[in-house]
């Protein structure tokens, strides 16, 4: 006797907009998440007509789900990917184009806080230590949610070469911003560092070992 296959679900974000299919771990996994609710418009696969997700009898299984739970379509997905998809993640345009919008922002900022810096050497003071403690709280926060990764990833990531890169650029979205507090920080506290250098070159001692001390 065949099992009973689990219904499918499918969300209805706008009057213009639907998602799916979602299995029930998955949508146990939103619902977790806080990106749907009860009362967010779903229906059956099969079916035409929505209704809150709370009025369907599967919302009780998905809200009482725990968190490991796994989802075997989202598995069976993820397989069906692996087997097509490129070893190396090979980035988008859309996103090598937001890459280079960051960078250019960087600059920006950069160049910004340099000439505020050079300007006024207590602010420029002030902004290399607020960059410096930026770019150290991005850093822990980058390592915190790295703990969430399990240990044979957190090893390929320190010992393997490369593994890092390919790590974050996979769950580059993930880390957003973390690496924004930790580069744009890192940007502000060498950028001001050298504008005040430049109008007062004896007066950066404690600022130099300060940005020594956070790593930059």
Not at 145 to 161: H, K, S, V
Request: aromatic share 12%.
């Amino acid at each position: 006797m065949a099992a009973k296959q689990e219904p499918l679900f499918y969300i209805a974000w706008s009057e213009q907009e639907e998602d799916g299919p979602y299995d029930i771990v998955q949508m146990a996994g939103l619902l977790r998440r806080k990106m749907i609710t009860g009362e967010t418009p779903t229906r059956r696969e099969g079916e035409e007509h929505w209704q809150p997700f709370s009025w369907h009898p599967e919302f009780i299984v998905a809200r009482e789900m725990p968190p490991g739970a796994v989802s075997q379509r989202a598995e069976a997905l993820r397989d069906e990917g692996l087997e097509s998809a490129s070893p190396i993640p090979l980035p988008s345009r859309e996103f090598i184009l937001q890459i280079v919008g960051m960078v250019i922002a960087l600059l920006i900022v950069g160049v910004a806080v340099y000439f505020i810096a050079r300007a006024d050497t207590p602010i420029g003071i002030c902004l290399a230590v607020a960059g410096a403690g930026a770019a150290l709280v991005g850093t822990c926060l980058m390592y915190v949610r790295l703990m969430d990764e399990d240990y044979l990833t957190i090893l390929m990531i320190f010992f393997i070469p490369l593994y890092d890169i390919y790590y974050f650029l996979s769950n580059f979205w993930d880390y957003l911003p973390y690496f924004c507090a930790r580069y744009v920080g890192g940007v502000m506290a060498v950028t001001a560092l050298a504008g005040v250098a430049s109008v007062n070159p004896t007066g950066t001692g404690e600022i130099t070992y300060l940005l020594h001390f956070y790593g930059l």
